[in-house]
């Protein structure tokens, strides 16, 4: 094989494949390592300590240990497969969460001395991140919200880190049920005749995951850098970060790993022992830190104070609710309708035309109910502008929009001060 | 089913109608402690940047030690970064560069084309030629 004429590397590892074994090489010459290693045939792990994590690494250093496949070590807590490009070759890449990964072995009763357990975040350590303090002052948070909340907000459940701090999963939940309620509040009482897809569609266009995930990334929120950018050729080793900067960034197990010649690559949600890896989406990760700030702000500041923030970042942003209709059979459920509301039935009218015998031709045509006239619309044919005009009246009925006042605004003030709403007998049943 | 919904993507962030969240995040000053093109960057650091920071609490600031020219770099909330060479300028005009990245939207310089741009329907509608009278309609 070609092998003993490739870097000194690869030869070591080729000659262990059979028993575990373990090789310290210098950072320093990580990049050709790393691109050298598909050639190895076997199951080759590389074992990068993530001083991240371990503040007492004493010296960064690489490992990379080669085992044959059918004995994967427990002790590697991800990795990547990656099978495109080399059929019978995998390699595999992970970073460890294990505090002393300088005695890396194999042996699964090591892991046994992993310290267990959660403890709180170190206030000392966060109040030196730069990135925690200025988002903070970037989102107006107050003093009152704790920088070590803020801190957890951004650990999501699914990361490395969630073992040593805990995560976001609480704030996210409690966040997720104030947007929801002061969300859908807004959206029935501005609109309360509109039907219940077009709300569930809302809801989502408002604080989806999407949604969310964008109004993160416009606060400036960065995620934690994988600890290789790219996997064939150009694979690269990342610098580590310190702990302190870990803070500041979103962390959370990372489902696509990389992308390369169009491929997409993701990681085995199953270890090879059969238990689940914590891997999310960007978008889950990113909108639950979203829904955790709010949650934090809930508990740190009071609940009126994340009911402003909710009004201020999300409600502010713009949606035409209008665009979210789609009407399967305009001119029956509009003659529903009337006969639903006791109004005279609808009749449709030409208003004006033009170029009736040529091939632009336009008409313009009004639906009327008696004298008033309930929509109408432009078409290139009548029956086209006749549908339109349909379509158009139904919106008006549907997004009538009272401007009444939201009961949310007098939850703690005397009863006198609540109106009642306007509540709608409900969509038109075809 | 009568009504059904479409799916028209999520809804557009508009800066500032509720909440301002300021689009540069981060700024960067690199400077050299030994060569003379730093020597404005260097007073600037020395005289002003506690100030500066203090007057923009959401801002990162990041102070990098390197040979060479003096830079300062500035990340902004779309990805973008915009980077000035502060080479042999005096610790004003340090200071006016800082404020030029820190007032930086991050876009890319482009011409407006339009005097106004919107992402709001216009108020007045679009015009018909058949919403008039009948008097006023052009007649072929």
């Known amino acids: 094989m070609s ?15 059979s028993a575990t074994k373990i090789l310290q090489v210098q950072q320093t010459r990580h990049a050709r390592h790393a691109s050298t290693l598909y050639n190895v045939q076997g199951f080759v792990q590389i074992n990068q300590p993530v001083s991240a994590v371990n503040l007492s690494a004493p010296k960064r250093k690489l490992f990379i240990s080669a085992s044959s496949r059918s004995t994967p070590s427990p002790f590697f807590s991800s990795y990547v ?27 699964p009763d090591v892991i046994a001395d992993e310290p267990a357990g959660i403890s709180e975040f170190p206030t000392s350590e966060v109040a030196k991140c730069s990135a925690l303090v200025a988002l903070r002052a970037r989102l107006e948070l107050g ?63 408002y604080c989806g995951d999407d949604a969310l995930t964008s109004v993160g990334r416009h606060w400036g929120i960065e995620r934690e850098r994988p600890q290789i950018t790219t996997v064939g050729k150009g694979a690269r080793l990342i610098k580590e970060q310190r702990l302190v900067d870990y803070f500041g960034v979103l962390k959370y197990g990372r489902m696509v790993v990389g992308r390369s010649n169009g491929l997409t690559e993701y990681v085995d949600p199953v270890n090879e022992d059969g238990t689940e890896r914590g891997v999310e989406r960007y978008s889950t990760a990113m909108s639950n830190f979203v829904r955790s700030v709010i949650g934090g702000i809930c508990l740190h500041n009071g609940r009126d104070v994340a009911k402003e923030f909710i009004f201020n970042h999300i409600l502010s942003r713009k949606l035409d609710i209008s665009k979210l209709f789609r009407f ?5 459920e509009l003659s529903r309708l009337c006969s639903r509301e006791h109004f005279a039935p609808p009749i449709s009218r030409m208003i004006a035309e033009t170029g009736r015998f040529s091939q632009g031709s336009v008409y313009v045509v009004g639906i009327y109910s008696g004298s008033n006239m309930l929509g109408s619309a432009e078409g290139r044919s009548i029956a086209e502008a006749e549908t339109r005009a349909a379509i158009n009246a139904l919106k008006s009925w549907y997004l009538y929009s009272p401007h009444s006042k939201l009961p949310s605004t007098t939850e703690g003030k005397a009863e006198a001060d609540f109106q009642q709403l306007y509540v709608d007998p409900g969509q038109v049943i075809v | 089913m009568p009504v059904q919904s479409v799916r028209r993507g999520i809804s557009v962030a508009r800066n500032g109608v509720g909440a301002f969240v300021l689009p540069c995040r981060k700024l960067t000053f690199r400077f050299c402690n030994w060569g003379a093109s730093s020597v404005g960057i260097r007073e600037f650091l020395h005289e002003s940047l506690n100030k500066f920071s203090k007057e923009n609490p959401g801002i990162e600031f990041e102070v990098i030690k390197k040979h060479g020219h003096p830079v300062i770099i500035g990340d902004y909330l779309n990805g973008k970064q915009k980077v000035i060479c502060v080479r042999n300028l005096t610790a004003s005009e340090v200071a006016v560069k800082a404020n030029l990245l820190r007032d930086a939207s991050g876009r890319k310089l482009a011409r407006a084309k339009n005097p ?17 009278l009948e008097q006023y309609r052009h007649k072929v």
């Open chain 1, 3 to 17: 092998l003993r004429s490739r870097a000194p590397i690869n030869r070591r590892i080729s000659a262990s494949l």
């Open chain 1, 81 to 107: 497969r990656v099978s495109h490009s080399f059929k019978t070759k995998n390699l595999a890449i992970h970073s460890s969460s294990r505090p002393n990964s300088t005695l890396a072995t194999s042996e």
């Open chain 1, 143 to 205: 003093a009152s919200f704790d920088l070590t909340t803020l801190a957890q907000a951004l650990n999501c459940p699914s990361s490395e880190l969630a073992s040593r701090f805990p995560s976001n999963e609480s704030l996210s939940e409690l966040g997720a049920r104030l947007l929801d309620f002061y969300v859908s509040e807004f959206i029935i009482c501005s609109y309360p005749r509109l039907p219940m897809e077009v709300i569930k569609e809302a809801l989502w266009s």
């Open chain 1, 328 to 332: 399967e059979q305009p001119t029956r």
């Open chain 2, 116 to 132: 106004v741009s919107s992402i709001n329907d216009g108020p007045r509608g679009i015009w018909s030629p058949f919403h008039v």
